[in-house]
């Protein structure tokens, strides 16, 4: 038996997702795209899965872009409006690499995070106010839920003070790791850009939901055939967008008693290693993250040791995000936070899902405490 | 046993990991990450350890990628780099095989419960009579790497595993055909990792260090020449010195970096009667005894180089003189010094070249 904590990498599909979008695999092959009565019956359910969407996140139909993941909203988001208007593209120094590494590849502004992982907001408008008219900020990407630490940003002062000091920039938000935890309903509403990734709350991988807001343009990252009000060209992923609209459907139902079952199971496992090892920081407080996070610093031992040892006993967990050949790099967060790397050589991410359970805390406590006893001797 | 194999993705490793598997051995294959710069292979040799990965799937073994970017600056590049800067001319290649691969993973190794650490490496490792683990060299002797593992005490080696030490290269070649691996003709790796060949070391150090323009003299203080970067020249250099031509060869016979003056001299003068070795590492601690008198032994110093004759005196526990049989061309200071028994066979101990 495998004991899966890594919810937050990707989480196990949802069935209803996986049964809603078999038939698109299989016989309701046409592309939406065509003329015949075959055609048409892919595009009612594309249409049908835009309708949900839309309606889970509190937008209209004609709002909603499907892409092909989290990245390419990102992309889309931060590179799109520096093609489109020029400009300067800020961000704060947590984002997911998706978001960072535009934003750096444009030469644009990092604002600085408190010492949970959190926009600084004080810094935030500073760097606004001192924007000048001949180097204008033109987007601004302020993640809604770390994806490392799981830290909550406060979305609506972060929209106060882009609306207030850059009336004229988008907003964007990656709101992949929010979708699971917080009524997107209350944040679309503040933002001009939101994306998300299916595979984080039950559906397939490959497949991204964009929301660009009525009026708002961005230059595509991708042309063709004009698909998606020509705002992202290429043939429909007609399965993965069935599949992603479902998975989105059902967590939204289900969020609320979500939240209740996962935030126990999420305490009771922080509270037990730490209640059974010494030295293990609880890296941001309850309060300000997500429940489907338990980021542990755990002091004398390193992540790569700590992973092995508790892959060895089936347990699945991660610290960092990993580079190209595999290998664990150190956090950008958890640097960003200034956190020194005596706790962040032991970071720990441990992240919950729909199909976490108790038996599985359990597992994970006894596995993890033996394995850092190992690790410390 | 539970053996963590270090895969580079090349075919020695690869061959070594299956060894290991057709013996019984519980595997574990590992490719380390070290240098996370700009390389021949791409960025941090991303296909190398694709490879790595390929093979470990075929051969059905777990494999891990280790993040020791860190500790190879710290303990390689930053030490290459400062030798340069020293007049030394370093060997990174037997600083990596120190501090990375038999001391940074077999730590780790151990740490996580591992019964041994296993490498590619041509050598052998054989235990005698008397229960001493002894470090022998290659069954092929073109190919032999005993010199660049010479720093292995009786604990790494008995930690320490070579599953293709008694093989040629031509048998290692012909099992990975044998099992289908990718990396059957893979070529040997032959140049330093952190360097590319189109910048070359001049390019690398030239990023990290200011060069230092230096005076070429004769040996009775007369001008000869000048160098732009003091720093690439190494003793026994005969080219790129800014010599006129004609007359005898010249070579460099001393760097002098505190007063930025190069010494150049005809051959006879880069041959010396004795050289001190210093941070020796002995394969058997109780050699130290066993050699106060003096004693006959074969020294090599470079990777492929020939074993000359010599007698060692032991000067302190970690320092030896020796004493050519014939007087030998200087090995240039900051290299790597291997004495092996008379038969030619095992080694005694190596250590770092001092200045004269």
Request: proline letters at 4%; glycine letters at 8%; a negative charge.
């Given at each position: 038996m ?11 599909m ?11 695999l ?94 600084d ?13 001949d ?39 990656d ?66 967008i ?34 059974a ?6 890296t ?17 031992i ?53 199909t976490?359970?108790d038996?599985?805390?359990?597992t ?12 410390r001797? | ?6 895969m ?76 340069h800067?020293?007049?030394f ?31 590619g490496?041509?050598?052998r ?12 060299r ?20 008995a ?32 140049d ?47 080219k ?9 060869k010249?070579?460099v016979v ?28 002995w394969?058997?601690?109780q ?16 990777a ?29 200071p ?13 080694v ?9």
């Amino acid at each position: 038996m495998v004991t899966y904590l890594d919810h937050a990498a990707s989480t196990p599909m949802r069935h209803e997702a996986i049964e809603a979008m078999t038939p698109f695999l299989d016989n309701l092959y046409a592309n939406p795209s065509g003329s015949h009565r075959f055609a048409r019956v892919a595009r009612k359910a594309l249409d049908e899965a835009r309708d949900v969407v839309a309606e889970a996140l509190g937008c209209n139909a004609g709002e909603v872009i499907f892409t092909s993941g989290g990245t390419e909203g990102d992309n889309s988001a931060v590179l799109g409006t520096v093609r489109k208007l020029g400009g300067v593209a800020v961000c704060t120094a947590t984002e997911h690499h998706a978001v960072l590494h535009c934003v750096e590849h444009v030469d644009g502004v990092v604002v600085r995070v408190n010492n949970v992982g959190s926009v600084d907001l004080d810094d935030l408008a500073r760097v606004l106010q001192e924007a000048t008219p001949d180097k204008p900020i033109t987007v601004v990407s302020v993640m809604a839920v770390n994806n490392e630490v799981g830290t909550i940003t406060p979305m609506r002062d972060v929209a106060r003070i882009v609306r207030k000091h850059a009336p004229n920039a988008l907003l964007h938000t990656d709101a992949v790791q929010a979708a699971c935890w917080i009524d997107l309903r209350e944040i679309t509403p503040l933002v001009d850009a939101l994306s998300l990734s299916a595979h984080k709350f039950g559906g397939p991988k490959g497949v991204g939901i964009m929301v660009l807001k009525a009026g708002k343009q961005l230059e595509p990252m991708i042309f063709g055939g004009g698909q998606e009000r020509d705002r992202r060209s290429g043939t429909h992923n007609v399965a993965g967008i069935i599949g992603a609209a479902t998975a989105l459907h059902f967590t939204d139902i289900t969020r609320a008693d979500e939240i209740e079952r996962i935030t126990k199971l999420r305490d009771r496992l922080v509270d037990d290693i730490v209640a059974a090892l010494p030295d293990v920081l609880e890296t941001v407080p309850r309060e300000q993250r997500v429940p489907g996070v338990a980021h542990l610093c755990i002091k004398g031992i390193e992540s790569e040791a700590l992973l092995f040892l508790l892959d060895q006993a089936d347990v699945c967990a991660s610290a960092a995000s990993a580079c190209a050949s595999g290998a664990m790099e150190p956090s950008h967060v958890l640097a960003a936070m200034g956190l020194s790397r005596e706790w962040t050589n032991g970071a720990l991410r441990l992240s919950l899902g729909h199909t976490t359970t108790d038996a599985d805390i359990d597992t994970a406590v006894r596995t993890i405490v033996s394995a850092v006893t190992q690790l410390r001797r | 046993m539970k053996v963590l194999v270090a895969m580079s993705g090349g075919v020695d490793s690869s061959v070594a990991a299956a060894e290991l598997k057709d013996a019984g051995h519980e595997v574990v294959g590992v490719t380390m990450r070290l240098w996370g710069g700009e390389s021949d292979t791409g960025c941090c040799s991303v296909s190398d350890v694709d490879d790595a990965r390929r093979v470990a799937q075929q051969l059905g073994i777990d494999h891990l990628v280790f993040n020791f970017s860190d500790d190879f600056n710290k303990h390689v590049v930053d030490p290459y780099v400062k030798a340069h800067v020293d007049g030394f001319t370093p060997n990174p290649c037997i600083e990596c095989n120190r501090h990375l691969k038999f001391d940074r993973l077999s730590e780790r190794a151990r740490l996580l419960g591992f019964d041994a650490v296993a490498t590619g490496h041509h050598a052998r490792i054989e235990k005698d009579d008397e229960g001493t683990m002894r470090l022998a060299r290659g069954a092929d002797d073109a190919k032999d790497q005993s010199y660049v593992v010479h720093m292995l005490d009786q604990k790494e080696l008995a930690y320490t595993m070579f599953p293709v030490g008694h093989l040629t290269k031509a048998q290692v070649r012909d099992r990975a055909v044998e099992l289908g691996l990718r990396t059957a003709t893979k070529p040997d790796s032959q140049d330093v990792c952190f360097i590319s060949k189109t910048g070359g070391r001049e390019t690398f150090l030239g990023n990290r260090i200011p060069f230092r323009p230096a005076q070429v003299v004769n040996e009775d203080g007369s001008e000869a020449g000048r160098v732009e970067a003091l720093e690439l020249v190494t003793i026994g250099q005969r080219k790129g010195l800014g010599l006129p031509g004609g007359g005898p060869k010249q070579y460099v016979v001393d760097v002098d970096t505190a007063n930025a003056r190069i010494t150049v001299g005809d051959e006879s003068k880069l041959f010396c009667s004795s050289v001190v070795v210093k941070n020796i590492v002995w394969s058997d601690a109780q050699d130290t005894q066993r050699l106060r008198v003096n004693t006959d032994v074969l020294v090599q110093s470079s990777a492929h180089g020939a074993a000359i004759p010599a007698t060692v005196e032991v000067l302190s526990d970690s320092e030896v003189r020796l004493t050519w049989r014939e007087p030998q061309r200087r090995i240039a200071p900051g290299q790597s010094v291997v004495l092996y028994e008379v038969t030619n066979n095992f080694v005694v101990a190596g250590g770092i070249a001092c200045a004269n």
